[in-house]
């Protein structure tokens, strides 16, 4: 399959306080509407948010969306007393907020959700929205490969959303994959780019990560060995993975997406930069600088 088949938009940048690249400028109308015009153009119909990406769904809902495919989330389930009605009415909301039908996806953002002692609740209230036909599939998005192995095998879903990138390889584990291959569940990566650490050369990586320069400067070298820019090297790490169903990048303007339609999938053999330290990995953990 193609990148361009592949690629699902990923929405959180719309927020300007989202990720390493805090405090730019606000997304305005204007360059929302030139986004989607090349995406239309282009052929990318797939479209990721959530209910937590501030700003997201008030600048999509000025989109026409009829064209797209939407997988939106939802979080902190476990917290409601009628879990059943809160989701519908919020579902609701956004399907109307976006002038939708029904989304392609609709997952559970946090995955303590599917974890907490109101999982079974939980779970059979995605399924009845399921059936209602407002969502087509339902899923999960995940940081914690232990908690997902035990919802998979509790719970029939049909798209999990986790992390993988040159430096995560969580995926990889052979047990990992062998559940979601017995499980018949779509895989979608997102943090390919790390947050954009990724796309930063390893002498302006903020100073938080300066203890990991090694991993940083050994991609350094592996770029300019393969003449490759960053994003050419995440991108292609991706697509050397065939489990992958869909890969969600996250754009901030027009730009981005242009770079990311001319870029050219090759095979590679990618250097062994990979780190189990959580937290590096796992941005949730990063120090709020």
């Known amino acids: 399959m193609s990148l361009k088949k592949k690629i699902i ?3 959180a940048q719309l927020d300007k306080n989202y990720g390493l690249n805090k405090n730019r400028n606000k997304i305005t109308v204007n360059e929302i509407n030139n986004i989607f015009k090349f995406l239309k153009k282009n052929q990318y119909f797939y479209i990721d948010t959530a209910k937590n990406y501030k700003g997201s769904e008030n600048l999509l809902k000025k989109i026409d969306l009829s064209k797209f495919k939407i997988i939106g ?4 389930l476990r917290d409601k007393k009628d879990i059943y009605s809160h989701l519908k009415k919020e579902t609701f909301k956004s399907l109307k907020n976006l002038n939708i039908k029904k989304f392609e996806g609709y997952l559970i953002h946090d995955e303590k959700d599917l974890a907490s002692n109101k999982s079974a609740e939980i779970y ?4 009845k929205i399921k059936e209602e036909n407002l969502t087509k599939k339902i899923g999960i998005s995940i940081y914690d490969f232990k908690q997902a ?8 879903l049909d798209i999990i959303q986790l992390p993988y990138n040159l430096i995560d390889r969580r995926l990889e584990n052979k ?3 062998k559940l979601l291959k017995k499980s018949n569940i779509e895989i979608h990566v997102r943090s390919i780019f790390l947050q954009g650490l990724l796309l930063k050369d390893s002498n302006k990586v903020p100073k938080m990560f300066y203890k990991y320069s090694k991993i940083f400067k050994k991609i350094d070298k592996y770029c300019k060995k393969n003449l490759l820019s960053k994003l050419e090297a995440c991108l292609n790490f991706v697509m050397s993975n065939k489990v992958i169903n869909k890969i969600i990048i996250g754009i901030e303007n027009k730009s981005n997406m242009v770079e990311i339609n001319n870029i050219k999938i090759r095979k590679f053999k990618f250097p062994k930069a990979e780190s ?14």
């Open 276 to 289: 189990k330290d959580i937290n590096l990995i796992d941005p949730r953990k990063w120090k709020k600088s």
């Open 124 to 127: 059979k209230a995605l399924i």
């Open 149 to 156: 192995s035990k919802i998979i095998k509790s719970y029939k």
């Open 73 to 76: 989330k939802i979080e902190k």
């Open 9 to 11: 938009i990923g929405t």
């Open 175 to 177: 047990r990992f994959l």
